[in-house]
């Protein structure tokens, strides 16, 4: 941007604020003379507006210069450290996440990605968090100024997979379903915290399904990302849209540097509660469902034995230079 359109534009917005700085005024005007003051100073205000924008459609179209590769540059006069284009890499975390799908693609899994915004219906209601419920607080997340809500968990598309996918119970197949996605907490930033991060869930129903299917497959996933076999266990946990709800633990694999009796919790897990399949159009007194959702980042870290989770929203090179091909 040249500095005369710099100077232009500065100069602008300066008189903009002036002007806003006016409607303070309207309170001080007589009651039958505030309507045409107020009309005097928008239409000051939208003059001032076009021209604000017409300036910096200017700036855009300034021809830049390119860069010049072989000057020098920087305090010391030496080049700054550029990538090559052949050395890019998959992020860390896309690679694990293309790992997981594949492991649930070839377990016989239908694939859905998980939306970047959502609505509190299907945050909460859909999943029998009741108006004013505890449980909503420990899924604290952002808000946009139209009321959308960016998810807080995977768990928001339960209830459009499993709307989505009924007339496969119909035809007397089964739901399963996997589902990717990113997701945001209000969360203080740590090393083992972040605001925003990826989860994946899982979805399965059917008319016989049980607590035993959704070990054997928990178990199945985490024996095939980790190439061993691996002993697993639960705890109990809380969820409003399962019942009973479960946490689930594998005994620390030996490629992590386990050595028997460490246990990891991995994910929350139960069978789905047959309100929440009652709020899709599913009778949960012929079907029956289990659902599960754990975090990418975690999986991420424990495979390449990092301490610390801020690392890969970070974007710096130094640290993605390690998983570069």
């Not at 960016?150 to 598309?157: G, I, L, N, Q, Y």
Request: aromatic share 10%; with cysteine; glycine share 8%.
């Amino acid at each position: 941007m040249s500095s005369d359109l710099e100077t232009k534009i500065a100069t602008l917005k300066s008189e903009l604020k002036a002007i806003n700085s006016e409607y303070a005024k309207i309170k001080e005007i007589p009651a039958e003379k505030r309507a045409e003051f107020g009309k005097q100073i928008n239409e000051k205000k939208q003059a001032i507006l076009a021209q604000i924008a017409e300036a910096e459609a200017a700036a855009l179209e300034t021809e830049v210069e390119p860069l010049d590769i072989t000057a020098p540059c920087g305090l010391n006069g030496n080049m700054p450290e550029l990538l090559h284009a052949t050395d890019g890499s998959q992020h860390p975390l896309m690679t694990e996440l293309d790992r997981v799908i594949a492991i649930y693609q070839s377990m016989g899994f239908d694939i859905v990605e998980s939306r970047q915004l959502d609505d509190e219906y299907h945050m909460f209601d859909s999943l029998n968090f009741t108006k004013g419920h505890p449980a909503r607080d420990g899924y604290d997340t952002f808000r946009t100024e139209e009321g959308f809500i960016p998810p807080a968990h995977t768990s928001t598309m339960q209830h459009r997979v499993l709307k989505a996918y009924k007339h496969k119970l119909d035809e007397g197949e089964v739901i399963a379903v996997a589902v990717p996605g990113r997701v945001y907490r209000n969360e203080d930033v740590d090393a083992t915290h972040e605001h925003t991060f990826y989860q994946c869930e899982g979805v399965y129903v059917s008319k016989t399904c049980t607590l035993g299917n959704m070990l054997g497959i928990l178990r199945e996933f985490f024996e095939k990302y980790y190439g061993q076999k691996l002993n697993i266990k639960t705890q109990p946990g809380y969820f409003p849209f399962t019942e009973p709800s479960l946490e689930f633990l594998i005994e620390k694999p030996k490629a992590l540097g386990g050595k028997g009796g460490d246990w990891l919790e991995m994910l929350g897990c139960g069978m789905i509660h047959p309100n929440v399949l009652k709020m899709a159009g599913i009778d949960p007194t012929k079907y029956q469902g289990f659902a599960w959702g754990g975090g990418i980042d975690r999986l991420a870290m424990l495979r390449h034995g990092l301490g610390d989770v801020r690392h890969f929203e970070s974007a710096k090179l130094d640290f993605l230079k390690e998983f570069s091909c």
